[in-house]
């Protein structure tokens, strides 16, 4: 009984390491790529560039970290005192068991002095 216990702690503790080892990099990856929107977001607030110019970028960042990005999931909203960027996307996690996928909504919004 001894040794089924301990097979069972086994079991569990490596099955933790491979649900963090595949779970966590999508979540940093996201928090990473807010960064970067921040960024975007800022920098782009005082200038002319398109709201395509725009998107293109965010896509640049996006593929630098490896998400996938549409243009249709990015929307620019510009108003008189700043910009706003939104993105929607999803990341597919392929778990063994139970095959997930998990949904990021990325927001930056840089109001103007």
């Given at each position: ?23 966590i990099p999508p979540y940093f ?44 999931s990015i929307t620019v909203s ?36």
């Amino acid at each position: 009984m001894g040794k089924l216990k301990a097979l069972l702690a086994l079991i569990i503790i490596v099955g933790g390491i491979y649900v963090g080892w595949e779970m966590i990099p999508p979540y940093f990856h996201n928090y990473e790529f807010q960064d970067d929107l921040d960024d975007v977001a800022r920098v782009n607030s005082y200038s002319h560039k398109t709201d395509e110019d725009i998107k293109t970028i965010v896509i640049q960042k996006a593929d630098n970290l490896g998400i996938t990005l549409k243009e249709e999931s990015i929307t620019v909203s510009r108003s008189n005192d700043g910009m706003g960027i939104s993105v929607h996307y999803t990341v597919h996690v392929g778990l063994i068991l139970h095959p997930i996928d998990l949904d990021f909504i990325a927001n930056s919004l840089n109001k103007r002095i």
